[in-house]
């Protein structure tokens, strides 16, 4: 049993808990032109973002509308780390679960479920196919079992080969 609710409850929630750790807020000095210093604190930059999220939804997202992890507590200077992971997904699968809050190893597991249910979906889809006599899935980029087509092509090195 996880501590966690399920993800029909994540997604429709206002808010939810951060996924990368958010840095504490630590002291320091203020140190005007009179010299004379005061004590100060410096916060993290954190505001509330909603990500889309394409393989944690149940249902499909026929209309166009993908569903959204709404409210997640993030730092600013993270927001941008996301967007070059391509997306909340990239994200979770290029970090590690240690470099997570508990709740983002918790997303990130469930990512990696779903993606193998996909993954067996499209193989038992491949296996009907093959035995009922019907051609293989073309659309796919699996052709031959590997990723990128069946055949292997030679390139040449140099011009001159």
Do not use: C
């Not at 209309?63 to 780390?81: F, S, T």
């Not at 994200?91 to 993606?115: E, H, M, N, W």
């Amino acid at each position: 049993m996880s501590k966690f609710p399920n993800l029909t409850t994540l997604l429709t929630r206002r808010s939810n808990p951060s996924i990368i750790p958010i840095s504490p807020t630590r002291a320091g000095n203020n140190k005007p032109k009179s010299l004379q210093k005061t004590k100060r604190t410096f916060k993290p930059n954190i505001t509330r973002v909603d990500w889309p999220v394409n393989l944690l939804s149940e249902e499909s997202a026929a209309e166009g509308v993908l569903p959204r992890l709404r409210g997640v507590k993030m730092q600013v200077r993270r927001v941008r780390d996301v967007e070059k992971a391509g997306g909340m997904e990239g994200l979770l699968l290029s970090r590690r679960s240690k470099d997570l809050t508990p709740f983002g190893a918790y997303l990130r597991s469930q990512v990696f479920t779903q993606l193998h249910r996909i993954k067996e979906d499209i193989e038992f889809e491949r296996a009907s196919r093959k035995a009922s006599g019907l051609p293989p899935l073309e659309g796919l980029g699996l052709a031959g079992g590997r990723i990128g087509g069946g055949e292997k092509r030679e390139v040449p090195l140099l011009e001159g080969q």
